[in-house]
């Protein structure tokens, strides 16, 4: 629960399984895929912070919720998918991302979305 909200992911009405939130009274849908397809959401809390890792139609990326509707996106990778995230420091956001050859921890300034 994060703002007064119960994420959760969900079936969305043809969009695929993407991230949901409920406030008591209505219900939002996040797509983070900018393709056709799921963006199979997977939750993460660290701290105070909620954290998602959802495919934006090509890899797994890394974003971060601000409150109210707003996600902040952490990583733009394009070598591979981004498969746990680990801590926050600051502007510094550490994770692990896979790749066929190899898994490593990488950490990335926040970008504002860029």
């Known amino acids: 629960m994060q ?11 043809g ?10 009274t209505n219900t ?15 939750l ?6 909620l954290y998602v890792i959802a495919n934006d139609g090509t890899y797994d990326q890394l974003y971060k919720y601000l409150c109210g509707t707003n996600f902040m ?21 550490l994770y692990t991302v896979s790749t066929q050859f190899v898994k490593q921890i990488k950490s990335t300034i926040d970008n504002n979305g860029i």
Do not use: C, H, M, W
């Open 15 to 24: 969009l695929g399984v993407e991230l949901a939130a409920y406030n008591g």
């Open 3 to 13: 703002d007064d909200k119960i994420f959760f992911a969900a079936d969305a009405n």
């Open 73 to 93: 996106q952490i990583t733009s990778e394009t070598q591979g998918d981004v498969t746990q995230f680990l801590a926050n420091r600051g502007d510094e956001y």
């Open 28 to 42: 939002f849908t996040f797509d983070f895929n900018l393709g056709a397809g799921s963006s199979n959401p997977e």
């Open 44 to 49: 993460v809390q660290f701290e105070d912070d």
